[in-house]
């Protein structure tokens, strides 16, 4: 039996079509003069009606994928689970999306009731209830400018409270991911979270270890590039998600809760910071970061037990903590090499003589450990002074000699001088090269 939809006329609403890109209307009449419904629907309906700037907009359609790439040249099919298609107008690339159908028995899962295939159409109304939230279910229509809702989500948008279509187990194992988007809506909207659709993320948190690494990437990226990271990362280890999307650092953290968190709140606040002054952010330095705990604690490990002098220890660490960190959430070689970078160069700061600080600071790189080295100073890492010196040798203030003392990995002493080697007479025995130097 068909549900009649609750139908929000222009004038109870705020989204006039001057909210939307050019793009956006452009493709919505194209479907529309072609015979097809057409809707925007998703964040950036719900994100209008919070009063907040969206950054993309989705489009819904009762046309199919191949009907879609007819009517636009610049249409090319994306995904493996649902056929999605991409249209672009220059810089601008809307996601077009056919209606999806109701769950049925067609649908492939796993055993953990995921669905791995969703390739079935359906109407309208079928595609409201396969939405996620409730807020996330309502359309804006071209034809008349009003709003259509099948699922409430006009009255959670006024009661402002995050709700699930369905039952909220169910939809999770549908796709875990929602979890983290829960999460992330939430926060960004200050939203409440509804008691249902709570009670069972915990519990079902592992099951984001059937989520292929890549995808769980950007999710993170949404989760902590953004200025409400601080309250989605402890809403993350409130709901034991945390644990699922970065285990080294979990552990470091069981050891050392209160420094471990300060650290990656300091570090998120000055993610934060930068965003909302508009500032650039770079994901190498949020992962350099938030693996800096576990990969600190291997140093150790390998120095101690071990006897890596420090430089390879700080490789192999790297490289461990990498490797397995990749396995939860993907973190691309143009982000990771980076991180790396950053953790190798702290150790460079130390050396202030001569001029080492002048090649330093030529690295393409120096900005970001600079500003990681500015965070070890304030967790306790690294000593103030040296963060003070090396801001005034950037800004061009005269400095003053300092002793080589800071650390370049916690826990770890200051490292010995080298000894300058004297070269022998040509029958004294050994040449200039006869003994290694020593080991830093």
């Given at each position: ?277 508009g500032e650039p952010v770079s994901p190498a330095f949020l992962f350099a970061a938030l693996l800096w705990t576990p990969l600190a604690a291997r ?142």
């Open positions: 039996m068909a549900i009649e939809p609750k139908r929000i006329p222009r004038a109870e609403h705020p989204i006039s079509r001057s909210s939307f890109t050019g793009a956006v209307l452009k493709a919505l009449y194209t479907l529309r003069d072609a015979g097809f419904q057409a809707y925007v629907v998703g964040g950036g309906v719900r994100d209008l009606l919070a009063g907040l700037h969206p950054k993309d907009f989705d489009i819904a359609t009762d046309a199919h994928p191949e009907q879609i790439r007819k009517l636009f040249r610049s249409c090319r099919l994306v995904g493996r689970r649902f056929l999605i298609a991409h249209v672009r107008f220059g810089p601008e690339v809307l996601e077009v999306t056919t209606f999806r159908g109701p769950i049925g028995d067609s649908h492939d899962r796993d055993e953990t009731g995921r669905i791995l295939s969703d390739n079935v159409y359906g109407s309208l109304e079928d595609d409201a209830f396969r939405r996620d939230f409730t807020i996330n279910g309502l359309y804006y229509d071209i034809r008349d400018y009003g709003i259509v809702d099948y699922v409430g989500g006009m009255d959670d948008m006024k009661a402002r409270k995050l709700r699930l279509i369905g039952d909220p187990e169910l939809r999770y194992r549908e796709d875990p991911v929602r979890m983290l988007r829960a999460v992330r809506i939430g926060n960004k909207l200050h939203f409440q979270m509804d008691p249902g659709a709570a009670e069972p993320i915990p519990r079902l948190a592992p099951l984001l270890r059937e989520i292929p690494a890549a995808r769980l990437f950007e999710e993170v990226l949404k989760l902590l590039l953004n200025t409400e990271a601080v309250e989605n990362f402890r809403a993350l280890h409130w709901f034991h998600l945390w644990h699922e999307l970065f285990p080294e650092l979990a552990a470091a953290q069981d050891n050392d809760p209160e420094h471990v968190r300060a650290f990656v709140e300091w570090a998120l606040n000055n993610t934060a910071e930068r965003m909302k002054h140093v150790r490990q390998l120095r101690q037990h071990q006897g890596h002098p420090e430089h390879l220890a700080l490789q192999q660490a790297s490289e461990e903590i990498m490797a397995r960190q990749v396995l939860r959430v993907a973190i691309p070689k143009r982000f990771s090499i980076p991180a790396r970078e950053i953790w190798q160069m702290q150790g460079r700061f130390e050396n202030r003589r001569g001029n080492a600080p002048q090649r330093l600071m030529a690295h393409p790189r120096f900005r970001a450990a600079y500003d990681f080295l500015l965070l070890r100073a304030q967790a306790g890492e690294a000593p103030q002074e040296l963060a003070d010196w090396w801001t005034a040798a950037q800004a061009g203030q005269p400095v003053e000699a300092s002793p080589e003392g800071a650390e370049g990995v916690p826990g770890e002493g200051a490292p010995r001088k080298r000894r300058r080697r004297r070269r022998r007479g040509r029958g004294g025995g050994g040449g200039p090269h006869s003994a290694p130097p020593q080991q830093h």
